[in-house]
């Protein structure tokens, strides 16, 4: 009988579906699932996480670790590059499909590509707005603007959203940390209590660090609030309540900023509201801000119809018309 160590070890080149195929007789029943899975559609690593094709298979993260072990890999992230490599060595447009995104072409010219992009973007926002509950929006508001402390949390490119937003409430006089890092997230966390707020920031709503982080929080007794794509995702089902924004169907690969451009909408808006609440303190508070910075900033360029201004800059020999 074949083996799977047979195989990696002196066929190194061998394709994802060889593999699978040849430890078809090994595979418990709950293994073949996912072999008929992936020979049905080899490219949905690609577009999955591990938990995502586990639900699909009908079984759990540990069982589709535990098959990529048994093809030769050895664990989920060495099998997807397994995967992307077949099909690199295949079609090449399918790679860019797969990498890139099924809105886009390689071939496709600037044009196209600029109204593919601004098209995904604006359906991001529009359904996103759709979908806000104006109501719960306003409560989150108001429950920020009275918190003792908040915390967001986010990691990857979400900790960017977490940063943004804790920049602008911190301006305004809330009390506000942002972490990208699990331990000193979980820090600040727990000794967070009643009267604190604590958002959590993941587009999939899947990230375990975020999870971990707003679990943590809950439990020391704030106010917990999850920004994310899935209403029915692990983080969503954790906070006490869920803003949900919208990612565009043709989604772009790995790192669709028309999502994050989603979060950050809700974000503004978050930020306004909260503003609004206390209004004359806040503007004083902006203009003092403002003031503190003002001799770091260059002043503005002169007209460029000021043909004074402009004279120092026009080269030598040349010859300046009305």
Not at 190 to 197: C, D, E, F, P
Request: glycine share 8%; with cysteine.
């Amino acid at each position: 009988m074949t083996t799977s160590s047979t195989i990696s070890s002196s066929e190194g080149g061998v394709r994802v579906s060889n593999r699978i195929q040849a430890n078809l007789p090994q595979m418990s029943s709950v293994m073949v699932k996912i072999a008929e899975l992936l020979l049905e559609n080899p490219t949905a690593p690609l577009e999955l996480s591990i938990t995502e094709l586990a639900e699909r298979a009908g079984t759990s993260a540990a069982t589709v670790t535990r098959f990529c072990r048994l093809i030769g890999y050895s664990g989920y992230v060495q099998f997807r590059v397994g995967v992307a490599s077949d099909v690199g060595r295949g079609d090449a447009h399918e790679s860019w499909r797969a990498d890139i995104g099924r809105g886009f072409d390689p071939d496709d010219p600037a044009r196209a590509v600029l109204g593919t992009l601004l098209n995904s973007h604006i359906r991001s926002l529009q359904s996103t707005a759709d979908l806000i509950d104006l109501d719960l929006v306003t409560d989150i508001a108001s429950a920020i603007s009275k918190s003792t402390h908040l915390d967001i949390y986010g990691i990857g490119g979400s900790a960017g959203m977490a940063a943004e937003m804790q920049s602008r409430l911190y301006r305004i006089g809330i009390n506000t940390h942002c972490w990208g890092e699990v331990h000193g997230g979980l820090t600040s966390a727990a000794i967070l209590g009643k009267g604190a707020v604590a958002i959590g920031i993941s587009n999939t709503g899947r990230t375990e660090e975020t999870i971990q982080m707003l679990s943590q929080a809950k439990s020391s007794g704030a106010f917990t609030i999850a920004l994310t794509n899935s209403s029915e995702s692990p983080l969503a089902e954790l906070a006490d309540v869920t803003v949900i924004t919208a990612a565009p169907e043709l989604y772009l690969q790995p790192d669709d900023l028309s999502a994050k451009h989603s979060q950050l909408f809700v974000l503004d808006l978050l930020y306004l509201l909260v503003a609004q609440l206390n209004f004359t303190d806040i503007a004083t508070k902006l203009a003092a801000s403002a003031m503190a910075v003002s001799e770091h900033r260059r002043p503005e360029h002169p007209a460029r119809g000021d043909r004074r201004a402009l004279g120092s800059r026009i080269p030598a020999g040349s010859t300046a018309h009305a």
